[in-house]
């Protein structure tokens, strides 16, 4: 996880909790433009099993967040993704990818439907790091069809783990009732909130736009919750690993598909060839050739263990047992969790089927590494 730039510190932008987190004792370092906290006293691993076992609380403030108003919007939208948008309920959210002209992912993010088709709007959250991309690319290719609204008035608090809803129903009462994907407007800790039941951890948990002047508030009424502690980003990044979640620029960009990326969940039957609007959106063809099979892939996204207890990191190049390079690594640690070394990287298709073993070359050296299913750890996404 590139945790770091070569931004001097005086030009990093700020959360609203900047001053909470070093008053929390937090390691901040440069991420995404922000100085963001990496990790607090507690370390990486302490706050990684909290996380597993309890309640954490994430200052995601620099991620984006927009909104699409207009009669039009739904349908627009739809033409800059391969995902239906256009048949998700209202109250409901959706995971999706904005592609290029050659189908590969410029970001992939949320988006909700706050009942855009009774003059509501689609709320969408994108990737720290790509927001101005994102919203000039939006803008570029629909802004004359539906007005599109930055938010940076609004900060975004993640809190996750088994027990973060406990914590959270009492502060809001109600929001027990909701399931994974699904959200709404509650008021939390007398803080204007709208929230949706995801996350980025693998576990149950909530995630709540609030506005910036409010945050600093909800995060200390969040934290004096005895289930509650705050986690940085270390652990937010080993925590999405465990759980096989892509990281943009590191497991997904601009020179992958997303079926190379292992995506193909994400591209619904109504726009695959045969759907009701299939095709429509960038790189259509492509990426429809490949889903299909009638295009090779030239590489796939895979979830790897090492079989010695050696961390493979980020960028280690992948090779056969013959010694031919057929991959590279683009997140790797030891999973904290699981308890062993595990990665996810590209390999060529023929080095994909789960059990197959290839070399991953540490400092010289070949260390064993199998593919195999991912999540490596069980996800427990509150279905009801």
């Known amino acids: ?65 927009l909104r699409l108003e207009g009669p039009d919007a739904a349908n627009a939208l739809e033409t800059l993704m391969p995902v239906d948008v256009l048949d998700l309920a209202p109250g409901k959210q959706r995971y999706g990818l904005l592609l290029n002209d050659e189908g590969g992912i410029i970001d992939d993010l949320m988006f909700f439907n706050r009942d855009i088709g ?42 996750q783990g088994p027990q973060a809803v406990t914590a959270l129903q009492r502060l809001a009462p109600g929001v027990e009732k909701l399931v994974f994907m699904t959200g709404g407007r509650y008021t939390v800790a007398g803080c204007d909130c709208f929230l949706t039941r995801s996350g980025y951890t693998g576990e149950d948990g909530f995630e709540i736009s609030v506005p910036a002047a409010q945050a600093d508030k909800l995060a200390r009424a969040l934290l004096a919750e005895p289930e509650v502690k705050p986690i940085g980003l270390g652990a937010r990044n080993s925590l999405r690993l465990e759980a096989g979640l892509c990281l943009y620029g590191n497991d997904i960009d601009t020179t992958t598909t997303p079926v190379e990326a292992s995506l193909n969940w994400a591209i619904q039957k109504v726009r695959r060839t045969g759907g009701a609007r299939a095709g429509g959106f960038p790189g259509a063809e492509r990426i429809l050739a490949q889903l299909s099979g009638s295009s090779t892939l030239p590489r796939k996204r895979v979830g790897l263990i090492a079989l010695e207890r050696v961390p493979v ?3 280690t190049t992948l090779h056969s047992p013959d010694g031919a390079q057929v991959g590279e690594v683009t997140s790797g640690l030891l999973g904290p969790t699981i308890n062993q070394p595990v990665a996810m990287g590209y390999v060529s298709p023929e080095f994909a089927s789960t059990g197959t073993q290839i070399n991953a070359m540490v400092r010289g050296k070949p260390v064993p590494m199998e593919v195999a299913n991912m999540p490596f750890v069980p996800t427990h996404y509150y279905r009801g």
């Not at 030009?11 to 100085?35: I, N, Q």
């Not at 919203?135 to 608090?157: D, N, Q, S, W």
Request: with cysteine.
């Open 313 to 315: 990191r980020d960028h």
């Open 1 to 65: 996880m590139p945790l770091s730039s070569p931004a001097p510190p005086e030009t990093l932008l700020k959360t609203p909790l900047h001053d909470l987190h070093v008053t929390l004792g937090a390691r901040m370092v440069p991420f995404a433009g922000y100085s963001m906290p990496v990790q607090y006293p507690a370390g990486l691993m302490a706050e990684h099993h909290h996380t597993r076992t309890a309640a954490g609380l994430f200052d995601v403030s620099h991620m984006g967040q």
């Open 118 to 159: 009774n003059g509501g709007d689609l709320f969408i959250i994108v990737n720290g790091a790509c927001k101005i991309g994102d919203i000039a690319h939006i803008r570029a290719k629909i802004g004359k069809r539906c007005v599109v609204t930055p938010m940076p008035e609004m900060a975004l608090l993640a809190l």
